[in-house]
């Protein structure tokens, strides 16, 4: 049975930034990085409380689907609890936090990830990325209106389009699973480093025999900071063996190394457990689906005949109800049509911001908005935070409101 042989964590706080907003964990079960965003707003604090959430609550989960769902519910209820921080402290408004992690179950790896964080398998010499960047130029390569060389340099490569924290976005985290076959290397990291390095010299660190797994994450580090790297790297090493080669002891780096700046209500509820007792995260049953089994052949006979008589019966109501609601739908459509043409919203329009008029929902092939006023400010000149709202839209309940919100977008884009 594959075990984990090696695993360590390395975080730098880069050449430029002032402070480290990643933070990593090396557990017992999961290992985990987490890239803050928010600058100022709280980066450090979003991934700090994510990563300390997962190293609290991270457990042995005995099956494939209880790893999937306890991931996706570590990760939920991280993103709970940076919502509740910054409930408490506007301040913190807009920070949020990537998040990867992987865990072994038995024979295989399973992945969970949202955001740009990124997760790599080395097998065999062959190096693959599992994860799929949440990103804004990660959509434009899926649409093929940008080949993955443009989105290197894409002038918005850094909008993210999912992350843990004060967005108002549902969540969605994605789950993976692969092989753990003994001899490969796994790799979670911040794009501090697979921004700045490629894929060869990452490749190259990483198949060095007779190494640490501390040693490999700090020639992967330094590998970002000799190339320039201006983003805090943030690095975790894991190695799938046969038997354990390192004493594996929890460890957490970059911000989450670091006591909070502040404690929310239900952090400090988690906080009063002894650290050492792990607690498992309590899996909400998954309903079962529903399914009517007949007792008897006979039975399943007599449902379909009585279903049957019911169908007929209905046949000639339902002609008349039919006459009826094309010209009721008729009506409706048109006072619904009217009514969104009284909406607006402020989006993305060929890279500026722009004001549309109507919702932003389509019926069919028919679209229910059109632009009204496309705007000089682009939207990669706002600051992330913004940039995220705008491309996933900004409601406005009439045209004065949404010049007023393109108003404020002009203000963040100047100042």
């Not at 780096?253 to 502040?262: D, E, F, I, K, T």
């Not at 929902?361 to 059109?370: A, D, M, V």
């Amino acid at each position: 049975m594959p075990v984990i042989s090696r695993g360590d964590a390395v975080s730098h706080v880069g050449r430029v930034r002032s402070n480290n907003q990643d933070s990593a964990y090396v557990g017992n079960h999961v290992f985990m990085v987490a890239d803050g965003m928010g600058g100022h707003a709280g980066g450090d604090v979003a991934s700090a409380i994510a990563v300390k959430h997962v190293a609290e609550h991270e457990r042995d989960f005995p099956t494939i689907d209880d790893a999937e769902v306890g991931l996706s519910n570590l990760f939920a209820e991280g993103n709970r609890l940076i919502a509740d921080a910054v409930d408490e402290h506007t301040e913190l408004r807009g920070m949020g936090t990537t998040a990867c992690a992987i865990t072994l179950v038995g024979d295989s790896i399973v992945m969970g990830h949202i955001g740009d964080s990124r997760i790599y398998r080395l097998h065999d010499g062959e190096f693959t990325q599992e994860s799929v960047d949440h990103t804004f130029v990660q959509r434009l390569v899926d649409a093929g209106r940008i080949t993955p060389e443009e989105a290197l340099v894409h002038p918005r490569r850094s909008v993210l389009m999912r992350v843990l924290g004060d967005v108002e976005t549902d969540l969605e985290v994605d789950t993976m699973v692969a092989p753990a076959v003994p001899g490969d290397r796994w790799l979670l990291c911040s794009d501090g480093l697979s921004s700045y390095v490629d894929d060869e010299h990452i490749v190259e660190v990483l198949s060095r025999a007779g190494q640490s797994s501390r040693e490999t994450c700090d020639d992967l580090v330094q590998l970002a900071l000799d190339n320039g790297a201006p983003d805090n790297v943030t690095v975790v090493v894991v190695e799938v063996g046969e038997t354990p080669v390192e004493d594996l002891q929890p460890k957490m780096v970059g911000s989450a190394a670091n006591p909070l700046r502040y404690t929310s209500r239900r952090q400090k509820r988690h906080s009063q457990l002894l650290p050492s007792i792990l607690h498992p995260l309590r899996r909400q049953p998954k309903p079962e689906d529903e399914e009517f089994i007949p007792p008897s052949d006979e039975f399943l006979e007599q449902l379909i005949k009585e279903d049957r008589q019911r169908k007929r019966r209905r046949q000639l109501t339902w002609l008349a109800a039919v006459i009826l609601l094309v010209g009721a739908i008729a009506g409706a459509s048109w006072l619904a049509y009217e009514w969104t043409q009284t909406q607006y919203f402020v989006a993305e329009h060929e890279g500026n911001v722009a004001i549309y008029q109507g919702v932003q929902q389509n019926l069919g092939p028919f679209e229910l908005h059109h632009v009204v006023e496309v705007t000089d400010i682009p939207v990669g000149t706002l600051p992330t935070y913004q940039q995220i709202q705008v491309l996933q839209t900004i409601s406005a309940p009439g045209y004065d409101e949404a010049l007023a919100i393109v108003e404020r977008l002009q203000n963040v884009a100047s100042g």
